[in-house]
């Protein structure tokens, strides 16, 4: 049909956490991969410009309301333990 679909997504982000009052100082690398599993050619229609993001926008302020049964159905792979136990142990300090 001429058209082209995502089928694959990595996003990887790095950032470093200091604070001299909590005595912190740590560097941390997560890496998101977005797998397309299935396609539905269904009429759709284009985002409003209110509705979109910018490059400047900080993707997790803009969301106002998360539906837990729009995603039910959807596959999830977890973090991996090791990121996951570091932001645990961070929070115990």
Do not use: C
């Not at 909590?22 to 409003?48: A, C, G, M």
Request: hydrophobic residues 30%.
């Amino acid at each position: 049909n001429g058209k082209w679909h995502l089928s694959t997504l990595k996003a990887s982000v790095k950032f470093r956490v200091r604070s001299r009052f909590d005595k912190i100082n740590s560097e941390y690398h997560s890496v998101s991969d977005l797998l397309i599993t299935d396609i539905q050619n269904t009429e759709l229609k284009k985002f409003d410009r209110s509705e979109s993001f910018t490059q400047r926008d900080i993707f997790v302020e803009m969301i106002d309301n998360y539906d837990q049964r729009f995603w039910e159905n959807y596959n999830i792979i977890k973090p991996d333990e090791d990121l996951q136990n570091a932001f645990k142990k961070q929070n115990l300090k």
